[in-house]
């Protein structure tokens, strides 16, 4: 049976016609190909179904279907399919196999109006009156386009797929689920437990895990020593280890007062944001390009960056900081600094994983919504809110729905990301100076030419692309130029430089202060739910809201004119929502513990795991609100408990009860992260630089794809190793990341990371013994200890411990240690004594080399300072075939060593590095 006559059978119009009756009357396809795509866009439309659903209008009869079915369609199919369908291309951005493609239109605009031919551009084009002639090859005749104009009268009907009343409302059990899940429930009033004949319990944090201990006949082991704890909350605190004089102060002085005294320094330090501002760009996904198949950089990201670090330091209340990145355009300020602020933090909705290479544009788009509403639910919420694209969630309370009630909110956003869609593109095709959000204007005083500059190279570059329009495929155009060249290839080439100086002259990056963040659609409406997830088959309109996880009477209600981000901004922080405030708090204690209360700190719903101390969890998440959402009172109060200063210590009794530690009956011992890894290496060698450098190594980048062997990827990785900044300010571009922060379990940084990895494998090791930038250091150190005051060994031994490890040796050790610098020292003496016959150098002056896979050559300046990356010659390069593709060599560097002596002692401090002690917290 038909796709229409299950149309008017559905319609109830009391006629019947069968797919026979129907296929008889279509025109007969002139070729095979033609007849497959017709069969294949009826049977696309042929779904079971129950309601109308789409472009039905009250004025539109089965007549109307029917004469789209027999006259339009096939000519579509016939003359426009080729090169505007799904199943081939969208050239210009047009689709005229979907109606929405078709009202929606291209790069030119909507290519249909209902009910009036003379507007559409699709009547404009087959008539052959303009510029614009479709199709290219010849003229339809005059009786097929009169049928495009009578159809577009008629008001362009289109048969739609037709959807069950129920379709996208959920699950039966959905409401018994709402009702009794933890995680949904609103949070409730809790009082610490009373512990009977303890002394041990000083703060009600240690009364809930205390509780939980008996319960599982478990006591806490004895308090952590104080090197350990200074070293553990220096780096929970700071992400770098403390220094020796702070370390022999507090060994001397361990008192409480002192211990807090110490934390409110950390707290204070600009380090603090650092590191926190660091555990949040895990979660909001940072990158610096846009990954997936087609690479390109975004040379704005690190003001987000920024903007996060210095939210931290400043002790922004979470529930504003949350509001800022959702909504940041749509707040009240009070300053410009304030607005400025306000915008770079949207950029947490634009900084996600694009795929440019996407052939259409509503997939792009609803794939771009689709990353916003999952970073936003998973990292605010803890929901996989996503997985009620397509269908029902399989497991939380998630109906289809309410996903797309979500999405209407974020399709009425233009999300900037200052990229657009372009399958096979090349060069700057991928950037889109339109999608970025504008700070300001200038940057300087305006060119009072600027207009004229504009107006003259806009008229250049229509005059080369009418010249390259002329020869292309022409006898003309194949004959070759001065310099070999076809003609036709020369044309296009001036056309992409001239195109490249107006990009330069148009760019509001260039010309102004950007950045990279989202703002209200000119457009604002609720959209509607699409069938299977498929952007293009649209189901029933949803109108914007929230999800029902969290609701309570006087919640916000969207505000029409708006895109319902402020209203969503204010649902997801209101202190009535108890998951939003149940997962900060759950985060922060993942961070200080190694384990959340909750352990899957992504997820809270039915997949996830149970709350350890259910009523802690609460109880801190009533103690955040009441404390105006302080992220740093919550970490003091909570670092300093006993709780967290109990030692590593391991009970063998205890491992068999409780193997995890779920309990807290010790503290559980972490390895460093990977930043830690490198800026502790760094900050012990006495080379850490702890200014904030004023931009990315990433915003010099050309905003065209990034090739992982090419120039711009090698250039990434030189400024990462030759860089003693902080590891949270090294370029990361996805897909080339910085060696040291690769080989330790790095954030993924295409999705929502509350918690990364941790894996142990041989790479590690290896990176610890043989990477330059290790050795380097080491040999640093070395140098440092020799050329210092200590004036003998076992002193110097007694130093490095203390600055590497935060501890004293063992006498065991320095004995050790007195032996191998011994036998090291005499068996590189005797290596370099070998390879200096009849050399001129004396032994002193003589260099160990060590060979490494990096380049030591400086960073190329890509563009001055133009922050969109783009020159003159780079903006000129539009195809992505005329790029150089060869590998680029592996250079070798050279790591100088100026005697045996130093070589031995090079050798034990990269030890050190590669120890159990460097790596893991006590």
């Keep these: ?39 294949s866009a009826q049977n696309s439309l042929n779904t079971r179904s129950v309601v109308v659903s789409g472009s039905l209008q009250d004025s539109q009869l089965p007549a109307d279907f029917e004469f789209f079915e027999k006259k339009v369609r096939p000519i579509l199919v016939a003359h426009c399919y080729t090169c505007h369908s799904a199943d081939n291309k969208a050239a210009g951005g047009l689709r005229v196999d979907d109606y929405q493609g078709l009202r929606n239109g291209g790069n030119r605009g909507s290519a249909v109006v209902p ?34 104009e009578d159809w577009i009268r ?116 600009p380090a603090f944001g650092e590191k926190w501002g660091r555990h949040w760009l895990d979660v909001s996904r940072f990158g610096e390009s846009t990954g997936s198949a087609r690479n390109i950089p975004y040379p704005q990201a690190y003001k987000y960056r920024n903007y996060v670090i210095d939210a931290f330091n400043k002790d922004k209340p979470f529930d504003r900081f949350i509001a800022e990145q959702v909504a940041g355009d749509l707040l009240p300020y009070s ?104 700070i300001s204007q200038t940057k300087s005083e305006p060119d009072p030419e600027q207009h004229q500059k504009v107006e003259k190279a806009q008229q250049a570059v229509a005059e080369a692309r009418e010249e390259f329009e002329r020869l292309r495929g022409t006898p003309e155009g194949q004959e070759k130029g001065p310099n070999g060249r076809p003609r036709q290839q020369m044309a296009r080439q ?49 109108p914007r809201g929230f999800l029902k996880l969290a609701t309570w009477e006087g919640q916000p209600q969207i505000t029409a004119g708006q895109s319902g981000r402020a209203e969503l901004a204010q649902w997801l922080t209101a202190p009535q929502n108890a998951i939003t405030h149940r997962v900060i708090v759950n985060r922060v204690w993942h961070h200080l513990f190694g384990r959340g209360i909750v352990s899957t700190v992504d ?66 011992p972490r390895r460093l992260t990977a930043e830690e890894i490198r800026d502790s290496i760094l900050a012990t060698t006495q080379s850490l630089d702890t200014s904030r450098p004023e931009r990315s190594p990433a915003a010099e980048l050309k905003v065209i794809e990034i090739r992982n062997n090419g120039p711009e990827a090698r250039n990434l990785q ?40 941790q894996t142990t494998v041989a790479t590690q090791s290896l990176y610890l013994l043989n990477d330059p930038f290790v050795r380097q250091h080491s040999v640093r150190l070395a140098q440092s200890l020799l050329d210092g005051e200590d004036h003998d060994d076992r002193s110097r031994i007694v130093h490095a411990y203390r600055q590497i490890l935060g501890r004293d040796p063992s006498v065991t050790e320095v004995n050790t240690i007195v032996d191998y610098l011994s036998v090291y020292e005499k068996e590189a003496s005797i290596y370099l004594a070998s390879n200096t016959a009849g050399s001129s150098e004396s032994l002193s002056t003589n260099r160990l080399i060590a060979a490494a896979s990096s380049k030591p050559e400086e960073t190329s300046a890509a563009s001055g300072n133009n922050p ?23 250079a070798l560097k050279k790591i100088s060593i100026r005697d045996s002596r130093t070589a031995a002692w090079g050798s034990f401090i990269q030890a050190l590095y590669a120890s159990g002690d460097f790596r893991y917290l006590k």
């Design 494 to 542: 001036k056309w992409n430089r001239l195109q490249a100086e107006l990009n330069l002259l148009t760019d509001p990056a260039h010309l102004g202060e950007v950045t990279l963040g989202a703002r209200d659609s000119k457009q604002i409406s609720d959209t509607e739910l699409r069938l299977r997830g498929e952007a293009e088959q649209l189901g029933p309109v949803v």
């Design 115 to 148: 009910h009036q031919p003379e507007e559409s551009l699709l009547v404009q084009a087959v008539r052959y009156t303009g510029k614009l002639k479709m199709p290219p090859e010849e003229k339809l005749p005059d009786e097929k386009i009169q049928i495009l």
């Design 718 to 757: 030189v400024a990462a190793e030759n860089s003693t900044l902080r590891s949270v300010y090294l370029p990361l571009v996805r897909g080339i990341l910085p060696r040291a922060l690769e080989v330790f379990d790095f954030a993924e940084q295409g999705m929502v990371t509350g918690a990364r990895d």
């Design 603 to 668: 997820n809270f719903g039915l997949t996830g795991d149970t709350p350890s101390h259910p009523e802690l969890l609460d109880f801190l998440a009533q103690d955040f609100i009441q404390n105006g959402a302080s992220l740093k009172k919550l970490i003091r109060k909570i670092v300093l408990t006993k709780t967290y200063r109990l030692s590593t210590e391991n009970v063998a009794a205890y491992q068999q009860i409780d193997p995890a530690n779920r309990w807290i009956w010790r503290h559980t």
């Design 1 to 39: 049976m038909s796709f229409f006559t299950k149309c008017l059978t559905v319609l109830a119009v009391g006629m019947a016609a069968s797919g026979e009756h129907l296929q008889a009357q279509v025109k007969t396809p002139a070729t095979a190909e033609e007849s497959r795509q017709v069969v």
């Design 154 to 269: 008629r008001g362009a009907p289109w048969p739609r797929v037709e959807v069950s009343h129920e379709i996208g409302k959920g699950s039966s059990d959905y409401q018994e689920l709402l009702a009794s899940h933890w995680a949904w429930q609103p949070l409730k009033a809790v009082t610490p437990p009373v512990i009977q004949d303890s002394n041990w319990a000083t703060d009600p944090i240690d009364q809930f895990v205390l509780a939980k201990l008996n319960d599982h006949n478990l006591s806490p082991v004895s308090d952590a020593d104080p090197a350990s704890l200074l070293r553990r909350v220096a780096f929970d605190l700071t992400g770098l280890p403390p220094g020796d004089e702070q370390l022999r102060a507090f060994e001397a002085n361990p008192s409480t007062e002192n211990y807090a005294q110490l934390v409110d320094g950390f707290l204070a330090s």
């Design 868 to 890: 969109s990356g783009a020159t003159n010659s780079a903006l000129a390069l539009a195809n992505a075939d005329e790029m150089e593709q060869n590998d680029l060599p592996v």
């Design 335 to 438: 300053s410009e600094s304030e607005r400025i602020e306000n915008l770079v933090a949207t950029g947490f909705l634009a900084l996600g994983v694009k795929d440019v290479n996407q052939r259409f544009k509503v997939r792009f788009v609803m794939d771009n919504v689709d990353e916003a509403i999952d970073t936003v639910t998973r990292s605010v919420l803890g929901v996989t809110v996503s997985c009620a694209r397509c269908h029902d969630h399989k497991f939380d309370p998630v109906s289809q729905r309410e996903y797309y009630a979500l999405a209407g909110i974020f399709t009425s956003t233009d999300i900037l990301a200052g990229v657009r869609n372009k399958m096979g593109g090349g060069g700057l095709d991928y950037y889109d100076t339109a999608a970025l959000l504008v």
